[in-house]
């Protein structure tokens, strides 16, 4: 047998053995690819399929609230993420007839925090001259809406708004 002849022989084993491996690999690269992809994929389409929770915080006792409207600081715990944040807040309750009014005491122009004048009936936003009536609407002045309204329920006595 010649040299030639030899190597003629083992050349189709070489190609195979060649091609195996460069399918191997290529497989190989693939499923690391996969298990490379997969959480990230998860990581940043996961929220979007999450349902996220109903937070109720209380604000306090059912019967504190009176038609005069009454300034109720509540916190809760906000998470994004990983990361959270205990989140302040103060809201305006009174009763309007048979139903409670939870309005937010932010100005809807600038976001400067309102305040209730008993004397002249109105809550004032100290910051642009913007009044608003007892029950939130647009008295005068520069805020082109009414104040937030806030979902509650009452629950064993105390009241809870809907917040997030």
């Known amino acids: 047998m010649s040299v030639h002849e ?11 053995r060649r091609r195996f491996l460069s399918w191997l690999t290529g497989v190989i690269s693939g499923v690391i690819g996969v298990l490379l992809v997969v959480p990230l994929v998860g990581s940043f389409l996961g ?3 999450t349902r996220k929770e ?13 038609p005069t409207p009454k300034a109720f600081k509540f916190r809760y715990r906000e998470t994004d993420g990983w990361r959270q944040t205990v989140v302040r ?3 305006y309750a009174l ?27 109105l809550y004032v936003c100290p910051c642009h001259n913007g009044f608003f009536s007892r ?5 005068s002045g520069p805020p082109p809406a009414p104040l937030e309204r806030y979902r509650y329920r009452i629950r064993n006595g ?6 997030g």
Not at 6 to 16: F, H, I, N, V
Not at 100 to 112: A, D, F, M, P, R
């Open 89 to 91: 807040r103060t809201v």
């Open 6 to 16: 030899s190597r003629a022989s083992q050349a189709p084993t070489d190609l195979e």
């Open 158 to 163: 105390i009241v809870q708004v809907l917040v």
């Open 54 to 66: 109903e937070l109720w915080p209380a604000i306090g006792p059912e019967d504190e609230i009176t």
């Open 47 to 49: 929220p979007a399929f």
């Open 135 to 139: 029950t939130g609407e647009v008295a």
């Open 95 to 121: 009763r309007d007839g048979p139903k409670i009014l939870v309005l937010s005491n932010i100005c809807t122009h600038l976001g400067c925090g309102v305040r209730w004048e008993p004397g002249k009936e």
